[in-house]
C-alpha cells in the first residue's frame, strides 16, 4: 500500500477502527488514530491487542475498515 493510502485511514474524520493486513499475513487492529504511528522517514508503528510491529508501507497487503456491530 502507499503510505498516504494508510495515513489518510489513520486520519479520517469520523475515525473509523480498520485492520492492517501485512504481506506475511500478521494482522493489526487499529481500534484508534493514536494506535497507527508513522516516522519522518515513512515507516508505520501499529499497536493493537494483537501485538505491536515497526513495517514499511510497502509490506501492507491491505487495509480495511472494521464493521461495527449494531447495538
Known amino acids: ?3 498516504d493510502e494508510i495515513r489518510a485511514m489513520r486520519d479520517a474524520r ?3 477502527p480498520f485492520t492492517l493486513t501485512l504481506n506475511d499475513g ?3 487492529l ?3 488514530d493514536y494506535y497507527l504511528g ?3 522517514k ?3 508503528l501499529a499497536v493493537s491487542s494483537d501485538g505491536t510491529a ?3 508501507p510497502e509490506q ?3 487495509a480495511r475498515p472494521v464493521r461495527m456491530l449494531a447495538s
Do not use: Q
Request: charged residues 30%; hydrophobic residues 55%.
Open 14 to 16: 469520523p475515525f473509523r
Open 54 to 56: 515497526w513495517f514499511a
Open 30 to 32: 487499529i481500534e484508534a
Open 60 to 62: 501492507v497487503k491491505e
Open 42 to 44: 515513512g515507516i508505520v
Open 26 to 28: 500478521r494482522e493489526f
Open 38 to 40: 508513522i516516522s519522518p
Open 1 to 3: 500500500m502507499k503510505l
